[in-house]
């Protein structure tokens, strides 16, 4: 989590749901939270998306909790999309106390960009990679490994 830069961050309203008998929100209910977080940050980098015809499914999720979230705590949820691929992109979240800053809980997750229309994986259209690598300010698209360095016997050239 060192060196992430969140850019874009969601006030979350605890609901009285959230709470279990313990006192504190559930553990299933930060879901709820980052799916919130998700949905903000692409319609905040790109408001023209049509989620009627694309969209990102999450294919890959792990989460650390850190410290419980009680439910008279303030939070918000911190996104950043780190890296970005062909196909899929890596989201990094963390739920954070808003009045003391501490982080409660991180998450990250590949998604994959989605083609509604034909219920199938797509290719990350480069205006949404341009939108987030503006959003993020930082290029973000995965570097191809086949570098130029490599000599041409090392890259099967020879």
């Known amino acids: 989590m060192e060196g992430i830069e969140f850019h874009h961050t969601l006030p979350i309203q605890l609901?009285?749901?959230d709470v279990d008998k313990f006192g504190h929100v559930n553990n299933t209910v930060y879901f709820t939270y980052y799916d919130l977080g998700k949905t903000d940050y692409f319609s905040t980098?790109?408001?023209s998306l049509n989620w009627d015809k694309d969209g990102v499914v999450v294919v890959?999720?792990?989460v650390d909790f850190i410290s419980q979230i009680l439910g008279m705590n303030s939070v918000a949820v911190e996104t950043a999309v780190v890296e970005i691929g062909n196909k899929s992109m890596t989201l990094v979240q963390q739920v954070i106390d808003t009045k003391t800053g501490e982080v409660k809980c991180i998450?990250?997750?590949i998604l994959?960009?989605?083609d509604l229309e034909k219920h199938d994986s797509k290719e990350i259209p480069e205006e949404w990679k341009d939108a987030i690598c503006a959003?993020?300010?930082?290029?973000?698209?995965?570097?191809?490994?086949?570098s130029s360095s490599l000599s041409p016997e090392e890259r099967g050239e020879a």
Not at 135 to 146: A, G, P, S, V
């Open 60 to 62: 890959h999720i792990e």
């Open 112 to 114: 994959v960009a989605f």
């Open 135 to 146: 959003f993020e300010r930082k290029d973000l698209r995965k570097k191809d490994h086949t």
């Open 107 to 109: 998450c990250k997750s």
């Open 15 to 17: 609901r009285f749901n």
């Open 45 to 47: 980098v790109y408001p």
